[in-house]
């Protein structure tokens, strides 16, 4: 956790000598070192890069972009091209410790299967997504009366990848709705504060969190039995 | 008159390069039950083997290909086929790696095949020469690295027929085999691939020259049949976008269409016969036979029941695999087939598709993506492997 730092229930995000974007170094501390991954919407691996070189984490990556394959392949990491709404019933049950989806579940069509799919796949699933509920995006909506355009959130309704905006209170009906549980979870504003969400405490960072991170674990197991 | 070139069955034991007399010489079990042998393997290397006789990099070369991977070509005078990925500073770094390429069983560049003497008989094979598989010329290569005693290899890379071949390797030599590149293959040939060969075949057994597959003994060469196979096949490596950037409909050495009988009018033509006239040099058209025909039996599929990520499964291997857009030879559906299944078989495998006009032969040519994703694959093997 030399990630973090600060009071318990809020910290400020430390820098990450790797220059990994801070969220991505939130998600890094939440995955147990030397553990298999499976990293859904990898991008070009530079989450990927630091479990793997730095966490001797055993690494796979995913990536609906071929050029981010590519790139991930030219820099020696381990990568598929792939779409998590079709490709993640191919990977064998229980065949990693964690799947990440770090901003990607917003982006798939059917997010409550691919959700069933990780915890097919793997024992804990981390995602990350960005807050539509972030008091900014309601007062653009509000006072602009179109859809949420702020600095989290810059792109154009009609370019974005996110086809599933949500709030951190959507997501974590979808978890319960889909008879899963989640574990820790944290909101993320202006890039490194955050704050610890508690089960039904959500309303404060439903409302200043940019973006949110949570650990979804199967129903009946609070935490999974790992592997080393 | 200038005599004409010495056909490959009379230059091929002349040829430069090491050869190897594998099992010392007790003839080798092939997958149709029979036995073929004593069994030469001429090869080439580049590099130096480290202590822990841990970098070797062997490369299974394609259909036409041959040993000389790099440098130059004992017959052609031209550059070895893959300097584009090996050499000093290449992918396929020599300064690092120990590379390992055999002139692959059936072969016409030294390694026996239907151009070799038959020991029993003294008389080249021609088509007395044993059916042979993917798999025998796999076994064959294996039977080399003992001769030279290497236990695993860093990696099988190959493309085309040699990515049939590092496919075969993994799955057969699971513990011998650290990662695997195969660039631009298929677990099995299609339909259409069979399709292309056998024009080739039937091409070579219609000419006269071919004289049922013993020609060497009648000094004659079925140069026309090969040539006309080879120009049929040229063109499924190619790709429309290709041929039309190359050629178009432009004429040869002429201003207009001549409405003189069936000269070259197109470049494309002219450059087809070339590749035809040049390519009989180089090789034996019964080698072609036999070559074109144990890449039309691969199945791995089949071999494994018809459950295709049994081949691979829990291999330690490492796989990458690569394939190009335009590429309908081997299209990128089939190395996708072979990645669902490395994925269900819980294999670690990386699959780049690279965009490229230039069809199957992207693989032989400058593509910067595949120098990169391939360099950075085996880099980290390497350091993996702590060299």
């Known amino acids: 956790m030399s990630l973090l730092s600060g009071a318990r229930d809020r910290f400020i995000l430390g820098e990450n000598r790797f220059g990994l974007r801070p969220d991505l170094g939130l998600v890094a501390s939440m995955v147990e070192p030397g553990s298999r991954i499976l990293d859904v919407g990898c991008g070009d691996g530079a989450l990927l890069d630091y479990l793997v070189r730095e966490n001797g984490c055993d690494g796979r990556g995913m990536e609906i972009s071929q050029a981010g394959v590519n790139a991930c392949v030219a820099r020696g990491l381990p990568a598929v091209q792939g779409d998590a709404d079709r490709h993640l019933v191919d990977y064998p049950d229980d065949s990693f410790d964690y799947v990440i989806l770090s901003h990607t579940l917003q982006a798939v069509h059917r997010p409550g299967e691919v959700l069933h799919q990780m915890m097919r796949i793997a024992d804990v699933a981390i995602v990350s997504i960005l807050n539509f509920g972030h008091w900014r995006a309601r007062l653009s909506m509000v006072t602009r009366g179109r859809m949420p355009h702020t600095r989290f959130l810059p792109e154009p309704w009609f370019m974005t990848s996110t086809i599933r905006p949500c709030t951190v209170r959507d997501f974590m009906d979808l978890v319960r709705l889909e008879g899963l549980l989640t574990g820790d979870c944290y909101g993320i504003a202006n890039e490194r504060e955050v704050t610890v969400i508690r089960s039904g405490f959500e309303g404060q960072s439903n409302l200043f969190a940019e973006q949110a991170v949570f650990e979804v674990l199967p129903a009946k197991r609070r935490k999974p039995g790992r592997r080393s | ?387």
């Open chain 2, 1 to 387: 008159m200038t005599e004409a070139p010495k056909a490959v069955h009379e230059i091929q034991d002349d040829l430069p390069g090491p050869r190897a007399e594998l099992a010392g010489g007790v003839p080798v079990r092939l997958e149709s039950g029979e036995r073929l042998g004593p069994v030469r393997v001429a090869y080439q290397t580049w590099g130096t083997l480290n202590d822990a006789r841990s970098n070797t990099v062997l490369i299974c070369h394609a259909l036409t290909g041959d040993q000389y991977a790099f440098g130059t070509h004992p017959v052609t005078e031209k550059n070895g086929w893959w300097e584009s990925m090996v050499g000093p500073g290449k992918p396929i770094d020599t300064d690092r790696f120990f590379v390992v390429c055999p002139n692959c069983l059936g072969g016409c560049m030294g390694t026996t095949g239907p151009a070799a003497v038959n020991p029993a008989t003294g008389e080249l094979y021609g088509t007395s020469f044993p059916i042979i598989t993917m798999g025998d010329m796999v076994n064959v290569q294996a039977m080399l690295l003992d001769h030279l005693g290497i236990e695993k290899v860093m990696c099988v890379i190959g493309g085309s027929m040699g990515a049939m071949q590092v496919l075969d390797w993994a799955a057969r030599y699971p513990d011998r085999v650290v990662s695997a590149v195969p660039i631009a293959g298929a677990a099995r040939h299609s339909a259409q691939n069979i399709a292309f060969h056998e024009v080739g075949r039937q091409a070579i057994m219609a000419d006269p020259n071919w004289c049922g597959g013993f020609y060497y003994r009648e000094g004659k060469r079925p140069e026309k049949g090969l040539s006309v196979a080879r120009m049929a096949a040229h063109i499924t490596y190619l790709s429309e976008p290709a041929l039309w950037r190359k050629f178009g409909r432009e004429l040869q050495n002429r201003y207009m269409k001549s409405y003189e009988g069936f000269g070259a009018d197109f470049q494309v033509e002219s450059y087809l016969r070339h590749q035809g006239a040049s390519f009989v040099e180089r090789f034996d058209a019964n080698a072609y036979l036999y070559i074109t025909r144990a890449m039309d039996y691969f199945d791995l599929e089949a071999d494994h029941g018809g459950d295709l990520a049994k081949a691979w499964q829990g291999t330690k291997t490492r796989f990458l695999l690569t394939s190009f857009t335009s590429d309908w030879l081997f299209p990128t559906s089939e190395s996708k087939e072979v990645v669902h299944a490395l994925i269900r078989a819980g294999v670690n495998v990386s699959f780049v598709e690279i965009e490229s006009d230039k069809g199957h032969d992207a693989f032989l040519l400058d593509e910067p993506d595949l120098f990169e994703t391939t360099a950075g694959f085996l880099d980290s093997v390497a350091r993996d492997l702590g060299f």
